[in-house]
């Protein structure tokens, strides 16, 4: 019986600790398809379009989550581009992908309209 409880304290220790830091805030830059950063996007989470912000003149953003436990998908909006919807989160079988939540900065390129 002491084997098993501690292999089972060993295997919560190590799920626990290979879990990603998420960030309290959806943060990374924005650019178009020549690599110049955009500013003055506009950048929500689906469904909180009031809550906002917008990029500045490096292409950078940073929006506070609503909940340290619910994630968000983020719409970027820009005049003359394409509206692009990121969604934070993905699971598939490999492993679980994050965009904007890490403690790093991601990156976005938006498309222009012509």
């Known amino acids: ?9 060993v295997a919560l220790i190590t799920a626990t600790s290979c879990e990603q830091k998420l960030s309290d805030h959806y943060r990374g830059y924005v650019f ?4 110049e ?5 506009k950048v929500y989470a689906i469904g909180f379009p009031s809550k906002y912000t ?9 929006l506070q989550r609503r909940s340290s436990t619910f994630v968000d998908d983020l719409i970027f909006e820009k005049i003359r581009y394409n509206t ?4 934070s989160f993905f699971a598939n079988r490999r492993r679980d992908k994050t965009h904007f939540l890490e403690q790093r900065s991601d990156t976005l390129f ?3 309209i012509k």
């Open 84 to 87: 692009d919807t990121v969604y």
């Open 32 to 35: 178009n398809y020549n690599n």
């Open 1 to 9: 019986m002491k084997v098993w409880t501690k292999l089972i304290i």
């Open 54 to 62: 917008h990029t500045n003149k490096k292409g950078y953003f940073s």
């Open 110 to 112: 938006m498309k222009e």
């Open 37 to 41: 950063p955009l500013s003055g996007v």
